[in-house]
Each structure stands twice: as C-alpha cells, then as structure tokens.
C-alpha cells in the first residue's frame, strides 16, 4: 500500500502547482548521486514516489544552485531536529534519570 499522494492545483494565474506527500516512515529514502565532474543529483525516493533535484546545467554548479544546495541542507536540518524533539521522550519523564 503507498502512502505517498500526488495532487495538483491551478493557481489563479492559470499556472499548475504539484504537491507530493511523501510519508517518511513508509521506506522512503535519500540518496546524494555524484557524477564525478558532472553536477550531483539528489534522489528522494518512496512508495510509489521518485524525485530527482539537481543543477540546470550537467557541466556546472551556479551561485543559484549552491544556494539553493545550503538552504536545503539548512531545512533538511531543521527538519530533523523537530522530528527529534518529538520523538525523544521528555529526559524528565525517563525512570531513573536525574538532572541535578
């Protein structure tokens, strides 16, 4: 069963915007691909899910795309740390533990 869900919708200017829900816990996973020279690509894939982000141009990496690169780097980060927060219980609440 795939937990991933693709909608589109129409912008009022007409343009189509895609949304894709990919469900993290349903074996998902990332994977940086180098290519020597060449400009990477980064691969999420999922249930029923492919994505691929890389550069404009195969030959070369812009300001824009570097940029880009650090912003994702920066909320892929974020990201994690939310998702810690939530997962790793209250350390007060954990038997035994003592802070002081």
Known sequence: MSFTQFTTHTNSDGSTLFVLLLRTDQGAGVT???YGGMAPTLV???PGAHVEIAPD???RVT???LAFARALAAEATHY???CE???IPDI???P???TD
């Open 32 to 34: 940086c691909r180098e």
């Open 44 to 46: 999420i894939d999922g």
């Open 57 to 59: 141009f195969r030959d």
């Open 63 to 65: 300001d824009g795309d």
């Open 80 to 82: 994690a740390v939310e």
């Open 85 to 87: 927060r939530i997962h």
């Open 92 to 94: 007060g609440d954990v």
């Open 96 to 98: 035994g533990f003592r």
